[in-house]
């Protein structure tokens, strides 16, 4: 963590600049190597609750120039795990997509939430050294199983379109007698915005981004995962008995759901 000292310092001392009111409008994702596509997925979702105090004409610029340093070093992380296979980002997220189809590719993702989580710490004890504000952030991991058609239209599956009254789908696109028989959906476009060929690897709860938000609460420590990675991960003894040691099993009744959390801090 040496190096991210070194990135905090020079911006420390580095002239002041105008203040910024808004963030940068600038949003990326970047799509690595193919895959199988139906296996276990892994999203490590990093997100940033309290942008506006470092956008407002109050704010010292070196607290907006932490924050961005911030992402950026979380984005150059993510993306050197040999297991992502995308990474978005946005002025108050960083995302990685990776193939987890065992514990060791599992341990990849845990191994950079535990970094991020040190970098964020190594970033606030800068701000609060300069009175400036600090980065409320959470960290969310959640696996999940993504299969292409899974998420219902009708492309390729069984389901039958909205002519059948039984479907979701748009039958705008084609011409049928839809009084008479079932349609055919695969004479056109389904309204789900993606082609029948294209790879589908999505998380449709967007869990890791939900888990992320109530990540660093006064309920959740800064890391959460879901009972899907927790699972992945315990293939490894080492690893699930580091776990059970350091994060604490908590079930939302009212979501259905299990999660892990706990607040892990690399050694200097």
């Not at 219902?152 to 389901?159: E, K, P, R, T, V």
């Not at 959460?224 to 991960?233: A, D």
Request: proline share 3%; net charge negative; with cysteine.
């Amino acid at each position: 963590m040496e190096d991210i000292r070194s990135i905090i310092w020079e911006i420390l001392e580095s002239p002041s600049e105008d203040r910024k009111t808004t963030p940068p409008k600038i949003e990326m994702v970047e799509e690595f190597g193919d895959v199988d596509y139906d296996d276990i997925f892994t999203d490590l979702f990093v997100t940033v609750k309290n942008l506006h105090d470092f956008y407002n004409l109050e704010v010292d610029f070196k607290a907006t120039q932490l924050l961005e340093s911030f992402l950026l070093e979380t984005l150059v992380l993510l993306k050197q795990n040999p297991e992502v296979t995308l990474v978005t980002s946005s002025p108050s997220h960083v995302k990685a997509t990776a193939f987890t189809p065992e514990g060791e590719s599992a341990a990849f993702m845990f191994d950079d939430a535990v970094s991020i989580n040190s970098m964020l710490e190594i970033y606030n004890d800068a701000l609060a050294q300069n009175n400036l504000p600090q980065i409320e952030a959470g960290i969310g991991i959640s696996s999940y199983q993504s299969l292409r058609d899974e998420h219902g239209c009708c492309c390729g599956n069984d389901s039958e379109c909205e002519c059948g009254e039984d479907s979701d789908c748009d039958c705008e696109g084609h011409e049928c007698d839809c009084e008479d028989h079932e349609c055919d959906c695969d004479d056109h476009e389904c309204s789900c915005g993606h082609e029948e060929d294209d790879d589908f690897i999505e998380d449709i709860d967007n869990l890791a981004e939900k888990l992320a938000l109530i990540a660093n609460t006064d309920d959740f420590d800064p890391i959460v995962m879901n009972e899907g990675f927790y699972g992945l991960i315990s293939d490894l003894e080492e690893e699930k008995t580091f776990i059970d040691s350091n994060f604490q099993k908590v079930i939302i009744e009212a979501d259905d759901l299990t999660i892990f959390h706990g607040n892990i801090v690399l050694e200097e």
